[in-house]
Nanobody
Framework: QVQLVESGGGLVQAGGSLNLSCTAS????????MGWYRQAPGKQREWVAR??????NYADSVKGRFTISRDVAKNTVYLQMNSLKPEDTAVYYC?????????WGQGTQVTVSS
């Protein structure tokens, strides 16, 4: 089973930037897709962004501000977050669709102060 480890979270002021990383224990090229989700306190987990071999997709709430990318050689997926808003505050989770299962990382906290 693939394992995912996220990093890069932290505290940032509104308008600032953070770059999250998600490193997989084996080749991400074999995954159907990699993605980022987030869960704010008291809310359900929501999808943020997704990347496959050929395309990227974003939730409307982050489109134009967040960019998902991947480095296959490093087995790492990134989420560059710009123009952060207080409502982006959440635990961010990396996700891998292996084709037979959905695998989750442990999450990394992002806090945006106003």
């Amino acid at each position: 089973q693939v394992q995912l480890v996220e990093s890069g979270g932290g505290l940032v002021q509104a308008g600032g930037s953070l770059n999250l990383s998600c490193t997989a224990s084996r080749g991400i090229f074999s995954m159907n897709a990699m993605g980022w989700y987030r869960q704010a306190p008291g809310k359900q987990r929501e999808w943020v962004a997704r990347i496959t071999s050929g395309r990227t997709n974003y939730a409307d709430s982050v489109k134009g501000r967040f960019t998902i990318s991947r480095d296959v050689a490093k087995n790492t997926v990134y989420l560059q977050m710009n123009s952060l808003k207080p409502e982006d505050t959440a635990v961010y989770y990396c996700n891998a669709d292996t084709g037979s299962s959905m695998v989750w990382g442990q999450g990394t906290q992002v806090t945006v102060s106003s």
